[in-house]
Each structure stands twice: as C-alpha cells, then as structure tokens.
C-alpha cells in the first residue's frame, strides 16, 4: 500500500557532539511543522518524540543520522535513519535510572511506532495525530 505524502523535509544530523544534533532535530521539527500549521498541542509531542528518537540514534549508534518529516494524510511522520542494522525493542525502565525511557516516551505520545530494519541501516519511525 503506498501513503500519499503531502509535505517532506529530511535533514541529516552528524553524530559528533550529541547535543548539537539534538538540538538541531528539535529546531527544525518545530519550525517545519509551524510552516505546515500543526497544531501547537501536536508540535510539542513531535518535537519530543523526534528529541529521543535522534537522541536513541546517537547514542546507540552514534555517526551521521538523518530525520525525515512528512504528512501521510492528516497525520505527521517523523522517521530517523541510522547506520546500525537489526532491530530495537525498548527494556523495561528502572524505576531509578536516570535514562532508559526514550521509546516508551515515544510509544506513549505517538499513535503508532515502530523499527524497520534494513541490511546496511534501520528506520524508527513514530506516526503522530495532531491534536
């Protein structure tokens, strides 16, 4: 089946210095999604579940990354691209860590989610309804 994509934007995010990138990820989430008139409610969410997706990516896998933003009908995809192959599955959070709870952060804002692994990379994608 394939999705009509009404708007695109990709960025792609070096690794170096995991702050920048991060950083970088959310600022461009929210100015693209104001351009496409999202909600503000909805432009919060996305710019927390891109926040941790990137910075999953970077710390897990580290090197260059790239976001993709698109919107499959009224919904907004925000998908982020690494090197690394295979697939994530997120561990139960410690009740006392201090880290651990990215993607259970993303399965909570986000309608739905998920991993497509590749033979060279993998894709984690987050599928967000605007409220």
Not at 109 to 120: N, Q, S
Request: glycine share 8%; proline share 7%.
């Amino acid at each position: 089946m394939t999705t009509l994509v009404d708007k695109l934007f990709r960025i792609r995010l070096a690794g170096i210095d995991a702050a920048l990138p991060v950083s970088a990820a959310r600022h461009y989430v929210r100015t693209t999604l104001e351009s496409w008139h999202i909600s503000a409610a909805g432009i919060d969410d996305a710019v927390l579940v891109a926040g941790e997706l990137v910075t999953n990516a970077l710390i897990h896998v580290g090197g260059d990354i790239t976001l993709t933003l698109s919107t499959p009908g009224d919904n907004v995809l925000i998908e982020v691209q690494d090197a690394q192959p295979g697939q994530v599955h997120a561990p139960p959070p410690e009740l006392c860590a201090e880290s651990g709870r990215g993607l259970h952060i993303v399965a909570a804002l986000a309608t739905d989610h998920g991993c497509r692994p590749g033979p060279h990379a993998k894709v984690m994608w987050a599928q967000m309804t605007p409220r």
